[in-house]
Nanobody
Framework: VQLQASGGGKVQNGESLRLSCTTSASMHSFNAWAWYRQAPGNQRELVAH???????HYADSVKGRFTIYIDNAKNSWYLYMTSLRPEDTAVYYCYADQRVSGVEYDYWGRGTQVTVSS
C-alpha cells in the first residue's frame, strides 16, 4: 500500500492550502485516515483524524481552521487548511491504518512541506 501526499507550498499568514493524499488501495480497506505534522525540533503531532463512519478529531490548535475529509471515489483524503499561521509551518504527513485478521497495519505517506510566512 502506498500513500502519496501533495499540495504543500509557501503561503502568507491567513491564506489557505489544501493537502491531498492518494492511496493505491481501496479506501474501503482502511479503518482510519489522518494528517500529522512535524516542525523542526518538535515531535510529530496529530493534526486531524477521521474514521470510517465519519467521526473526526482535531488538534486544539487547528480546530475551526482545518478540515479533514475523504473521497472514496478518488481513493483520497484531504486536509483543507484556512487562516494559516506561521506556527503551522511543518512537514505534513498523511496516514492510514488497516486491520486485517486482527492485525493493525499503519501506512505513512512522504511528507509535504507547508511554510507560512508572516
Amino acid at each position: 500500500v502506498q500513500l502519496q501526499a501533495s499540495g504543500g507550498g509557501k503561503v502568507q499568514n491567513g491564506e489557505s492550502l489544501r493537502l491531498s493524499c492518494t492511496t493505491s488501495a481501496s479506501m474501503h480497506s482502511f479503518n482510519a485516515w489522518a494528517w500529522y505534522r512535524q516542525a523542526p525540533g518538535n515531535q510529530r503531532e496529530l493534526v486531524a483524524h477521521t474514521i470510517s463512519g465519519g467521526s473526526t478529531h482535531y488538534a486544539d490548535s487547528v480546530k475551526g481552521r482545518f478540515t479533514i475529509y475523504i473521497d472514496n471515489a478518488k481513493n483520497s483524503w484531504y486536509l483543507y487548511m484556512t487562516s494559516l499561521r506561521p506556527e503551522d509551518t511543518a512537514v505534513y504527513y498523511c496516514y492510514a491504518d488497516q486491520r486485517v485478521s486482527g492485525v493493525e497495519y499503519d501506512y505513512w505517506g512522504r511528507g509535504t512541506q507547508v511554510t507560512v510566512s508572516s
